[in-house]
């Protein structure tokens, strides 16, 4: 029997509207794929939008309520819900990275973004954990819908889409991510740290695979990669990038500190 094609299995597990059962959609994906038992083939569109659960409420992001400074219990589960609804959002980008620009990019790119995929999964399943040991859940709170924007936006374009998601997005993470972990320590929240930790080591590398692909399209088409990353930044993320910067994890990630400058806003 012939096998099922890994562009079906990605598009079913981002119609998966549930979020337990995204979770174990995605995993799945990823496993199937490493296992060899799905065709590197590509029959069906990706859909514009994934399928999104009844709760939480998305609200614009200027509507968002907000956090307050706090060390309420209260605005504490607000971050912990905010840092879940980005993961969770986070498994549809890599779905979609790899459902959308997988047959042009090859097999290797699909294995990386599928591998990414179930990291996401895994930091929204044990934040979500993690949610519920403080009372609350993944849907308790609205969350902001602005996070699919980049993802429109660069729909048509993967040098884009590695330039403004993982390039951008997911590098934020690693310049905020270092506060929130001594806000949780100063809390006694060492669960809290032990998560945010996990997390701060796999987005840098999921930044690094971005920055892979992207140097790779670039030597393609015989441009700077530096000089690349910057003019699709401008025109596609045009608020540029906000410091001050994890010098030290974008580095690592492989970014170009000169060009992180460059686009500071
Ligand atoms: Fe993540
Ligand atoms: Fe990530």
Known sequence: ????????????????????????????????????????????????????????????????????????????IALWHALAHIE???????????????????????GDFLAIAADEAMHFAILNRHLVALGSHYGAHPAHDGLWQAAEATAHDVAARLAVVPMVLEARGLDVTPATIERARSQGDAAGVR??????????????????????????????????????????FPGGLKPPFNDSARSSAGLSLEACAALAS
Do not use: C
């Not at 998560?195 to 971005?210: P, Y």
């Open 1 to 76: 029997m012939a096998k099922p094609d890994v562009g079906g299995a990605i598009r079913g597990a981002l119609l998966t509207a549930d979020p337990a059962a995204k979770v174990m959609a995605a995993r799945r994906v990823a496993r199937d794929w490493r296992l060899g038992r799905l065709a590197f083939a590509f029959e069906d569109a990706m859909p514009a939008q994934p399928a999104r659960p009844g709760r939480p409420e998305l609200l614009p992001p200027k509507e968002m309520p907000r956090r307050g400074k706090g060390g309420s219990d209260r605005g504490r």
């Open 88 to 110: 969770f959002v986070a498994i549809d980008l890599a779905l979609d990275m790899a459902g959308r620009f997988g047959g042009e990019m090859g097999p290797a790119f699909v």
């Open 195 to 236: 998560i945010l930790e996990r997390i701060l080591d796999d987005e840098i590398r999921h930044v690094a695979v971005g920055v892979k692909y992207l140097n790779a399209f670039a030597k393609r088409e015989g441009l700077d990669p530096k000089n690349l990353w910057i003019s699709l930044v401008r025109r596609h």
